[in-house]
């Protein structure tokens, strides 16, 4: 039993047709692609056109009602700068995600995940050192030697080092969209 790629009535779970987006083949009534993920439809339920190039043209003035007086990042042809930016800020790697270079921000938010707990795993000790000495009453003051173990565990340097590059990368990854010629 393998899956066929029939186009028409005959086609099983009813007629298909392929994704103007992907190509795959979907059901003609699809209002989403199952494969991209890509809408077929705009707000009020009108097929999207795909132009040239497989960009989405702006939609004009339609007698149905107002052009929408804004466009997203969907109608841009990907997320915008800030949005990656703004993903940045939940979790390293998530901006480069949503840019489309998923392997990419994968391993931005592994790596960042590694730095912080093998600095954590160093540094963790020295400070229930100083905790110990506050629970028995004593002021809490890192001493010399404290300090500079501190000092030279480079792995919260390779975070923070993690942290500024993922808001690069996304910088990096980001293509406004095409200008419209006057």
Known sequence: MGFTTSFGPNAAGGE????????????V??????YC?????DGQG??????????????????????PSSTTG??????????GLLANLV??????????????????????????LLYAQTAVPIYQKMLTQVLRGR?????????????????HKVAVGLFVYSFVDVWLLYRPPPRKPS
């Open 16 to 27: 298909r047709r392929p994704c103007p987006f992907c190509a795959e083949s979907i059901l």
């Open 91 to 116: 979790c390293p790697g998530l901006g480069s995600w949503r840019m489309g270079h998923r392997m990419r921000g994968i391993l931005i938010g592994a790596g960042m995940i590694l730095a912080v």
């Open 139 to 155: 002021k809490a003051v890192l001493t010399a030697e404290q300090q500079a173990e501190l000092d030279d565990i480079i792995w």
């Open 46 to 67: 009108r097929p999207v056109v795909v132009g040239p190039g497989g960009q989405v043209p702006p939609s004009d003035a339609s007698p149905g009602g107002p052009a």
């Open 74 to 83: 969907a109608d841009q042809g990907g997320p915008s700068l800030m949005s």
């Open 29 to 34: 009534g699809a209002k989403k692609c199952r």
């Open 37 to 41: 993920q890509s809408m077929l439809v």
